[in-house]
Nanobody, 118 residues
Framework: VQLQASGGGFVQSGDSLRLSCAAA????????LGWFRQAPGKERDLVAT????????WYRDSVKGRFTISRDDAKNTVYLQMNSLKPEDTAVYYC????????????WGQGTLVTVSS
């Protein structure tokens, strides 16, 4: 699976951004897609996931109610809608994919930088 992330940028606190991750090379019905982020000097954290087969989702607590992960079957694309952005959301965001039955993300897109200014 090849993943191409886009949509990062520089925004003010409280603004919104939508990240996109286009997938190619495989059908995704057996995959779970995830968004990770890595802030400067910190570890990479899982932010949200979506199981392609049924659309079930998971979010880390710090983004619940603000971020929404979704998918477009026709475009083979996963989105991360980020609302009410905070400075602490500043990070490089990565999309990744794993087989749903596996816990290891084997496929990674390039990062896209999100900077939230106060």
């Amino acid at each position: 699976v090849q993943l191409q992330a886009s949509g990062g940028g520089f925004v003010q606190s409280g603004d919104s951004l939508r990240l996109s991750c286009a997938a190619a090379g495989r059908t995704l019905s057996t995959y779970t897609l995830g968004w990770f982020r890595q802030a400067p000097g910190k570890e990479r954290d899982l932010v949200a996931t979506i199981r392609w087969s049924d659309g079930s989702t998971w979010y880390r607590d710090s983004v619940k109610g603000r971020f929404t992960i979704s998918r477009d079957d026709a475009k083979n694309t996963v989105y991360l809608q980020m609302n009410s952005l905070k400075p602490e959301d500043t990070a490089v965001y990565y999309c990744a994919a794993r087989y749903t039955i596996s816990s290891t993300y084997n496929y990674w897109g390039q990062g896209t930088l999100v900077t939230v200014s106060s």
